[in-house]
Nanobody
Framework: VQLVESGGGLVQPGGSLRLSCAAS????????MAWFRQGPGKEREAVAC?????????YYQDSVKGRATISRDDLKETMFLQLDSLKSEDTAVYFC?????????????????WGQGTQVTVSS
């Protein structure tokens, strides 16, 4: 299993970023995928999760609801996270992860496979 994030960077408050997670080595289309983040001095937290299939259940953390959109392209084995109206408190390293389960879970300890992370810094 390999997960590689990209798309992070420095953005001003109110700006947008689109994060990508390229997956390989497992049946991507069969499993739920999630984005987590870990800010400075904070614990890792679930940001969003998307289940498998065309009727995928989607979860968003309350702090990003209305500002984040998670999606997946099963043919390209890639997951995305669109972040809009970014705030300084969104500054964190963003990780993609899979627990190789069909359904979403927000519990980080259940995820065995993680990417290396991509830094998002929101600052003027």
């Amino acid at each position: 299993v390999q997960l590689v994030e990209s798309g992070g960077g420095l953005v001003q408050p109110g700006g947008s970023l689109r994060l990508s997670c390229a997956a390989s080595g497992f049946g991507f289309e069969n499993y739920a995928m999630a984005w987590f983040r870990q800010g400075p001095g904070k614990e890792r937290e679930a940001v969003a999760c998307i289940g498998r299939g065309s009727s995928s259940r989607i979860y968003y953390q309350d702090s990003v609801k209305g500002r984040a959109t998670i999606s997946r392209d099963d043919l390209k084995e890639t997951m995305f996270l669109q972040l809009d109206s970014l705030k300084s408190e969104d500054t964190a390293v963003y990780f993609c992860a899979t627990a190789l389960k069909f359904a979403c879970t927000e519990t980080s300890v259940l995820y065995q496979f993680w990417g290396q992370g991509t830094q998002v810094t929101v600052s003027s």
